[in-house]
């Protein structure tokens, strides 16, 4: 665009163009003493200078072929997504397993579709309970499994341990998960339950990605003990000790709930397929799958 055109463009007078390059640095090059505006450069400049733009949400707004999902790990959600992607092929799935309180954090920031979420909330129940006080209130929790977490040791449990307490006591190397993910926030509360020292308990521990490495950690004999689920255990033929059920949730925005990739994964929470392979792994719930909550 010439100096005229941009002017018409802008609504200002021609003289004033002058002044916005001079002073609020309108895009512009100097060919043969003319200047001339790059109208996607002008764009971007009117862009950049708009107040009170409205909260966007990156990485979304095209995603129409993209199912973005964040949170804790959990294997039979791995298959479930693998199902997804059978029967969806032209929907690309990124799932990063970050842990329940990074799934949040991208939930929050408008980065992803679904953030799955399983953490306990110290004075009972779970967060996701009054997740509302948190991300506000339009958003929908789903109820995807509920799991059972314990205690993996090697195969014939051969230290014979008996319960928590008497693995805190005889074990010396644990693996475990990182700080804010679910499963830890969960193994640091049944601690304070019991009244142990949770840096006493882990100093020395080996850090683990998911359930899984949880549990090759201890069949390989690197670890003596791991906290995890159920479902990670029997994949690695260990030991289980269950010390507890919780509920693994699903969190979405209201505005992404009804994109059909998302009510494409939701769908199949209620296929008889999903429970199938929950029956597989062993250790799931799945009464109130597929379930919105309040």
Known sequence: MDTQQVSDYLGVHEKQVYTLIHDRGL??????????????????????????MPEGRPFLDAASDLLLIAGSDDPLLVRL?????????????????????????????????VACVHLMDPEGGYVTDHIRD?????????????????????????????????ACARVSRWAVRAVGTGTRVLMEIEL??????????????????????AALTVLTGKADAAFGIEAAARQAACYFIPVRQERFDMIVSKENFFLPQ?????????????????????????????????
């Open 27 to 52: 895009p512009a090059t100097k060919i043969t003493g003319k200047w001339l505006f790059p109208s996607h450069f002008v764009d971007r400049w009117l862009e950049s200078s708009v107040i009170n």
């Open 81 to 113: 997504t693998g199902v997804f992607r059978e029967r969806s092929p032209d929907t690309i799935v990124l799932q990063s397993r970050t842990g329940s309180m990074d799934g949040l954090a991208a939930l929050k920031k408008r980065l992803v579709h």
């Open 134 to 166: 948190h991300l506000g209130s339009d958003i929908t929790v789903v109820t995807f499994a509920g799991r059972t977490q314990g205690i993996i040791l090697p195969p014939e449990n051969p230290l014979s341990i008996k319960d928590l307490s008497d």
């Open 192 to 213: 304070d339950y019991l009244n142990l020292d949770t840096d006493l308990v882990l100093s020395g521990g080996i850090e683990v990605q998911s359930h899984l490495d």
């Open 262 to 294: 998302v009510q494409g994964l939701i769908g199949l929470l209620r296929e008889g397929e999903f429970r199938d392979m929950a029956d597989a792994l062993g250790g799931y719930d799945l009464r109130e799958s597929g379930e919105m909550r309040e």
